[in-house]
């Protein structure tokens, strides 16, 4: 006894473009290329930060632990 082949109701491929984004799918890159966009235009915004970054201190530390 042979089993059916079961076929999807609807053909995967239809032809048509009924493809719909969200708009936040469009949105959030636009807004993101813009921002840096920005920054690199204009590089006097941005502000480097004066204190220690912390993941250096932390490297340093286990760096010092290994070496002992």
Do not use: C, K
């Not at 807004?31 to 490297?59: C, G, H, K, M, Y």
């Amino acid at each position: 006894m042979s089993a059916r082949t079961h076929t999807p109701p609807h053909p995967a491929s239809t032809g048509r473009g009924d493809i719909r984004l969200p708009w936040w799918a469009l949105a959030l890159p636009t807004l993101a290329f813009i921002t840096l966009l920005t920054l690199i235009v204009n590089p006097s915004d941005a502000q480097a930060a004066t204190a220690e970054p912390a993941i250096t201190r932390l490297f340093e530390y286990i760096q010092q632990l290994i070496t002992r």
